[in-house]
């Protein structure tokens, strides 16, 4: 087990020995989270990072990491817990066949650990030899507010209150990143309860340094054209601009093709692996790509 970074630049280097190029506001608001053993609230655009850094924490930390992907309709049975319906009806009828008569007695059993069902939630309070696990909540603005008023307790107290068992509270915190793609705001009173940051696209110089660390087999030349490309396209009126993650694929794709430089001819036939919507496609056709292409190999070289 790694100890908690104890510099934002010993934070820093520990992203980056898990392949993560951050730059300084972002190590040193997740230093400070981490120090604190505060949650930490990632926003920003798809596929910039946010979910990777939970990832990476869990790797170069040496911790278990306990995901809750976030959904419309997501309820306390598939975050928290849940009761095991089946092995309490079985219990139910042995004691029947049995003669049990006392129900009280019969009842506490049945609401006991032993027919409990944990969830990431849950999950994220036990302890670990390892360390407390990084809970990654990815994705909240996905779910209700009705969802978001539940983690309040979550959040600030490291517990979580069961009806029938009571409170559980974790001996040690977990290491809580959220994650929002902000298609909605979150509420004030969870924000309260966290750290915050806004991951925003990374600027040339960084997206530069994430491909070379991610995509290696990548040539020299054609990284740097991908990187002014994509930087270039991003300005463009768009419905979705393309995030780090895209980055990535289109690169990994042009290697796979064994591309050495970008040509109007390559950019339209491996677009899709870069924007992912058909009106955003069919604005980088022809003479758009082309004209992008001759204002990006002069900066890219």
């Not at 934070?11 to 120090?35: E, I, K, N, P, Q």
């Not at 505060?38 to 930390?61: F, S």
């Not at 539940?150 to 509270?169: H, K, Y």
């Amino acid at each position: 087990m790694t100890p908690i970074p104890t510099s934002i630049d010993a934070t820093a280097a520990l992203l980056a020995s898990g392949g993560y190029v951050a730059d300084r506001s972002l190590a040193t608001v997740l230093f400070l989270a981490l120090r604190m053993g505060r949650p930490l609230l990632l926003e920003g655009e798809a596929g910039v990072g946010k979910t990777e850094i939970a990832k990476v924490l869990a790797a170069t930390l040496g911790r278990k990491l306990i995901r809750l992907q976030c959904y419309e309709g997501l309820d306390v049975s598939s975050a928290v817990y849940e009761w095991n319906y089946a092995q309490q009806m079985m219990a139910i009828r042995l004691a029947e066949a049995g003669g049990v008569v006392d129900r009280g007695r019969l009842e506490s059993e049945l609401f006991s650990e032993r027919y409990l069902i944990r969830r990431p939630l849950l999950q994220a309070l036990e302890p670990d030899t390892a360390g407390p696990p990084i809970l990654l909540i990815d994705e909240l603005d996905r779910t209700d507010e009705a969802f978001e008023a539940f983690l309040l307790e979550m959040l600030s107290d490291a517990q979580v209150t069961i009806p029938e068992l009571g409170t559980i509270r974790a001996a040690e915190p977990p290491i809580v990143i959220v994650t929002s793609n902000r298609t909605r705001e979150i509420h004030d009173a969870l924000k309260r309860r966290c750290l915050y940051h806004w991951v925003d696209y990374p600027d040339a110089a960084r997206e530069l340094a994430i491909l070379r660390a991610k995509a290696p087999a990548a040539p020299a030349k054609l990284s740097k054209q991908i990187v002014a490309f994509v930087q270039a396209i991003r300005k463009q009126d768009l419905f979705k601009a393309p995030g780090v993650a895209e980055t990535l694929d289109w690169a990994s794709a042009l290697v796979e093709l064994d591309a050495v430089a970008l040509d109007p001819a390559l950019v339209s036939d491996t677009i899709g692996a870069l924007l992912k919507y058909q009106d955003d496609i069919l604005k980088m056709q022809g003479s758009a790509v082309k004209k992008l292409l001759d204002e990006v190999k002069g900066s890219a070289g």
